[in-house]
């Protein structure tokens, strides 16, 4: 729950994100109630310090001589300040932080200290009375003040919560209708050849003429059509973009649609939590109200204190005292529901796939892609554009070799499958059967994998798990304040990135880093990692003391399939074969293919114009995402999500981190007078939020 800071923007509430961490309104509130008791302490220390001013030396070293020997109860002591004296009686002094004296003094000798006057309200001349303020009346005061506090954060409750969806029980999202693509189709635009006339460094209107090929314009093109472009599109929205100038190529017209499909694959439905913390919200630029303040309305609504309490008691300790918030998915697919109705996501969607991107010779960008219409089915279509943004998401599943060629040997796609694969018929036949699941990898899928066949066995306890890890890892992993904890060879942190890599410390040193140290610092603040909770320790804790769940160093060698059963070979880290197991199923939880030459649009943009890539093969970008050496005249090229990965932002693949791209490359849009774009600062940001709330167009 903590503040999501962004670079170089000065928006209002994004900078601030409209108190994205509960505890941090609460503190504000109580800050600003309890001004007037310090109100005199901070005026002073406006006064230059001097001869004639001695007040103004208030929270600096001072010599200080005691009238009444060591006594420092109930005694009047006298200030020095070149000759002139005054008196600081104790009475004039503000209450001092709980377990701190009040005046803290170093002691030199028995008659003089040296002293810093940190809480001291005023200073009286040698024989005047002692102020009449008292430590008794600062007393009643905090309580009347603090009680004005908690009024003031209900109140402030109350009018965010007020208006927000239902999220404690979400509902089925809606599922727009959209022509199924049939796979030859796509398989022959992807194959054909393109036109001569796309082969040219920068397209002329002649050669757009000579393809033959229909062409639309429009002014703002996000293409991939997931949450990405949803919020890129979103972000034009608010900055004032008209519908009508933007448009969105993707394949589904639920910008979710395919991380929701890789989510229920991974085993989290709609009712199940995601990683990923209140403030992380797609549906709301700003962030606030964020999905834990939602939950607890509604709970609170409805009637159901303890939960509502829960939550509360949840953000306000987490992570010391509890596990980390995090929200329902079906939650956050309601939420962009409601955003995405707001936008008018559907009048900017169009279905299609990406072919090609070309420079034109007027400074815009061209791009061949194979679209739907009603009239004409599935063709071939241009569309130009001078701003062009690039979100096409994760890669294909990445496949074991020994998978493939399993598959390919046997025909079989049922027992050893991937995890992101549709697999829901295993868990099923466990049930009825039992059986033993290989596991392969130890991100948060495996881990969501495992804990699925832990309630299994409530319906069948002769269901277990051999859990095949290719390295030990025991020791804490540390790199400054940022640590994740290993046990039992498994990595564990709230969230795949720490948080002051979202918007904070970390945030700024991998901006400024680069070369080995920023592969260093990715390796020890990112990795294979999963959430960091109790009851998913606990349940390892169990799993390996019942016997059920085991682990094993090694490698998966040569998989046969005999009598309905699988038999592996284990390889250690040399290549040599040293254990045999067999089982009814192997799940490969490894992630994604992330190379790029697996997406034709990025493959054949980066050959046509011989980009060079990152360190880490993905498109290399500036701070702002712009990606490098595509500027056309005055036609930028951006990108976001995993295809920039291993840039000046780490967790670029988030909810935050695709909604901080958006803002950074708008913050580049909007400084060029010729968008027409204004930047999310003071007021217009506070009316945006409030149109957000009411549900209003933007």
């Avoid at 965010?160 to 727009?176: F, Q, R, V």
């Avoid at 040219?200 to 229909?214: C, D, F, K, N, Y």
């Avoid at 796609?413 to 466990?430: C, G, P």
Wanted: charged content about 20%.
């Amino acid at each position: 729950m903590n503040l999501k800071i962004t670079a170089n923007t000065t928006h209002f509430f994004a900078k601030l994100h409209m108190g994205r961490d509960i505890r941090l309104i609460a503190l504000l509130i109580l800050a600003f109630c309890l001004l007037p008791l310090h109100a005199q302490t901070m005026h002073a220390q406006s006064v230059p310090c001097g001869l004639a001013t001695p007040q103004g030396c208030l929270g600096q070293p001072i010599v200080l001589t005691m009238v009444d020997g060591e006594q420092m109860q109930g005694v009047v002591y006298t200030v020095i300040f070149e000759g002139q004296r005054y008196s600081l009686s104790e009475e004039g002094v503000s209450p001092a932080p709980p377990g701190e004296s009040i005046i803290g003094i170093q002691q030199d000798d028995g008659q003089s200290s040296v002293v810093t006057l940190a809480f001291v309200t005023q200073l009286i001349p040698v024989g005047s009375a002692a102020p009449s303020f008292t430590l008794a009346d600062t007393g009643n005061n905090l309580w009347v003040w603090l009680f004005i506090a908690v009024i003031l954060l209900l109140v402030l409750l109350i009018l965010a919560a007020m208006l927000m969806p239902d999220t404690a029980e979400p509902e089925a999202p809606s599922t727009p209708q959209q022509e199924a693509l049939p796979a030859d189709v796509l398989t022959a635009f992807l194959n054909e050849p393109l036109p001569d006339v796309f082969f040219a460094p920068r397209v002329t209107s002649e050669h757009i003429q000579q393809s033959g090929l229909p062409v639309d314009e429009t002014t703002y093109l996000t293409v991939g059509g997931g949450l990405g472009s949803f919020a890129w599109a979103d972000a034009l929205r608010i900055s004032g973009a008209a519908t009508d100038s933007i448009r969105v190529i993707g394949p589904s017209p639920i910008p979710y649609a395919s991380y929701r499909e890789l989510c229920r694959n991974s085993q989290i439905f709609d009712a199940d939590r995601i990683r990923s913390d209140s403030a992380s919200t797609p549906d709301n630029l700003w962030g606030w109200p964020g999905y834990a303040l939602r939950e607890m309305w509604v709970n609170l609504t409805r009637g159901q204190w303890g939960q509502a309490w829960g939550i509360f008691w949840q953000i306000f300790t987490e992570p010391m005292l509890a596990d980390t918030y995090t929200p329902r998915s079906g939650a956050v697919y309601q939420s962009i529901d409601r955003e995405s109705a707001r936008i008018n996501w559907s009048s900017m969607f169009l279905q299609g796939y990406g072919r090609c991107l070309r420079k034109t010779e007027d400074g815009r960008y061209l791009l061949v892609y194979l679209a739907h219409t009603a009239e004409s089915g599935w063709h071939a279509r241009v569309m130009i554009a001078p701003y062009v943004h690039l979100a096409t998401g994760n890669g294909k599943p990445q496949l074991l070799p020994q998978l493939e060629h399993y598959r390919q040997s046997t025909g079989d796609d049922q027992r050893f499958i991937h995890a992101y694969e549709s697999h829901n018929d295993l868990y099923q036949n466990l049930v009825d059967y039992g059986g033993r699941v290989i596991i392969r990898g130890r991100g948060i899928v495996a881990s969501r994998i495992l804990e699925q066949i832990a309630q299994l066995r409530a319906e069948n306890d002769r269901i277990e798990v051999l859990h095949i890890m290719r390295s030990p890892q025991n020791a804490m992993r540390q790199v400054g304040l940022a640590r994740s904890l290993r046990r039992h060879h498994w990595t564990a942190q709230p969230f795949n990135w720490p948080k002051s890599a979202f918007g904070g410390a970390w945030r700024e040193v991998l901006e400024q880093t680069g070369g080995a140290e920023k592969d260093y610092l990715y390796s020890m603040l990112g990795g294979v990692t999963t959430a960091e909770r109790r009851d998913w320790q606990q349940l390892v804790e169990t799993g390996l003391q019942a016997g059920w769940y085991q682990i094993f160093i090694g490698e998966i060698g040569r998989v046969d399939h005999h009598a309905d059963q699988l038999h592996l070979t284990v390889l250690d880290r040399e290549g040599r074969e040293y254990a045999k197991f067999q089982a009814s199923y192997v799940i490969d939880a490894t992630g994604f293919d992330q190379n790029l030459k697996s997406n034709p649009l990025l493959r054949d943009l980066c050959e046509h114009y011989d980009l060079t890539l990152n360190p880490y093969q993905r498109l290399m970008t500036q701070p702002d995402f712009e990606v490098t050496n595509m500027r056309n005249g005055e036609g930028r090229l951006y990108a976001s999500g995993i295809i920039t990965f291993g840039g000046a932002y780490a967790p670029v693949d988030s909810f935050l981190g695709l909604q901080y791209a958006a803002l950074r490359s708008l913050d580049s849009l909007s400084a060029q007078p010729q968008t027409d774009l204004q930047r999310l600062n003071g007021m217009h940001s506070v009316r945006q939020w409030w149109h957000w709330v009411r549900g209003q167009n933007p």
